[in-house]
């Protein structure tokens, strides 16, 4: 069985702050992981994708197969970064399995 | 412009009927894929298509039913059998069943 943690429903942090966003999994298989954002009152969209390696909007993500750990990070918190935020894995042949989300405020 | 529709927005049904729930693309997408969308539950998948005239059900497939017959439609049945339909529904596309998805705006069903 497949599945996506996200401890933290809730991350506060200060604008230049660094942020990470937790994300756990597990599968015994070779993963494919995600990172999805939704911001206030827009569609739920991609953010990156593990295997494309980029940084998009600042934000980088590292798969840890060790860990079983994808974590978001970006190193200065921007207020427009404020959004629900979600992880989702991909097993061979299935669908996507989203994890809960965290909600990220970015305070002045 | 390319992209994928829902409709209607916002929904109401009264206890013990069906509603079906619309969901069209055109990015030639083969895969398709309807979620819920509870507070604090994430999105969880109801069912998935990656080829017309086949779909599988997904971890909450319970009390719904969906049909592909055209390879830009993906239409969501709620029936009377699901005991808590009132939810926000998200529907998907991807090329392909790992690769990312493209969502639609939802549809907010209410029952009352």
């Known amino acids: 069985a497949q599945r996506v943690t996200q401890p933290e429903k809730l991350l506060s942090v200060f604008k230049g702050a660094p942020v990470e966003l937790k994300c756990n999994y597990s599968?015994?298989?070779?993963?494919?992981l995600f990172w999805y954002v939704q911001y206030s009152r827009q569609r739920l969209q991609l953010l990156l994708r593990h295997i494309s390696r980029e940084s998009i909007k600042g934000f980088t993500a590292d798969l840890n197969k060790g860990e079983t750990s994808f974590h978001l990070k970006k190193p200065f918190a921007q207020e427009e970064d404020s959004a629900m935020y979600y992880c989702?894995?991909?097993?061979?042949?299935?669908?996507?399995?989203f994890g809960k989300g965290t909600s990220l405020l970015v305070t002045p | 412009d390319g992209g994928i529709t829902q409709s209607p927005k916002y929904l109401f049904r009264k206890e013990g009927q069906n509603v079906t729930l619309s969901c069209e693309q055109n990015l030639n997408h083969d895969a398709m894929y309807w979620y819920r969308q509870d507070p604090g539950q994430g999105l969880r998948l109801i069912y998935y298509?990656?080829?017309?005239?086949?779909?599988q059900k997904g971890d909450i497939a319970e009390g719904y039913s969906v049909s592909r017959e055209k390879k830009e439609s993906f239409p969501l049945t709620v029936t009377s059998a699901q005991k808590n339909p009132t939810a926000f529904y998200l529907c998907?596309?991807?090329?392909?069943?790992?690769?990312?998805?493209?969502f639609g705006s939802g549809t907010r069903l209410t029952v009352v």
């Open positions: 298509s990656q080829i017309v005239n086949d779909f």
């Open positions: 989702a894995l991909s097993a061979q042949g299935y669908a996507l399995n």
């Open positions: 998907a596309s991807s090329i392909r069943d790992n690769y990312g998805y493209t």
């Open positions: 599968y015994s298989g070779s993963p494919e």
